[in-house]
């Protein structure tokens, strides 16, 4: 995802494009979902495709209009890339947003335990540990954006 930061009218608003095909680019703007039509595309090669389910489409009119400026310096690695503790990784079965975490570090956890809510396609799907023990990391929090087979926390 790149990210840019933008000031209209003395709001500030982070704006992540997520995805552009063709003419329709998928961002985000503070967050928020939007659908947005290209007036011609753009160079696909600065913004690669990322495979991601599509959001909503929500109608963007009436939304501020976004001059270009340059892109703010990348907060952290993707979640995939983070290290885990000792122990079996629990992996995202498809790419979504952490809604939850329902466990903490240090955690007992058995087979079939809820440890993380992963939104995806408007679904929300109930991650459970695949093996009973104790949680040894959590790489991920609520509110972040995992792509298919990222680590989410490890059971050791």
């Known amino acids: 995802m790149i990210k840019y930061q933008y ?11 997520v995805e552009v ?12 979902p939007f ?12 913004h690669p495709s ?21 892109p703010v310096a990348p907060a952290a690695k993707q979640a995939s890339a983070a290290p885990a503790g ?5 992996k995202a079965p498809l790419p979504g947003t952490i809604t939850d975490v329902k466990v903490t570090v240090g955690q007992q956890v058995n087979v079939g335990d809820t440890v993380v809510i992963l ?9 459970e540990a695949e093996r009973a ?7 991920v929090k609520q509110g972040d954006t995992v792509m298919e087979g990222a680590v989410l926390l490890t059971i050791g």
């Open 119 to 127: 939104e995806a396609m408007k679904m929300q799907n109930i991650i």
């Open 133 to 139: 023990g104790t949680v040894t990391s959590i790489v």
């Open 86 to 90: 000792a122990g079996t990784a629990l």
């Open 50 to 70: 990322m495979a991601r389910p599509r959001s909503k489409s929500v109608s963007p009119s009436g939304a501020p209009t976004f001059a270009p400026a340059a």
């Open 21 to 32: 095909v063709g003419k329709i680019a998928q961002v985000n703007v503070n967050g928020i």
């Open 35 to 46: 659908e947005v039509e290209l007036q011609k595309p753009i160079n696909t090669a600065k």
């Open 7 to 17: 000031k209209v009218k003395g709001v500030d608003y982070v704006v992540e494009i």
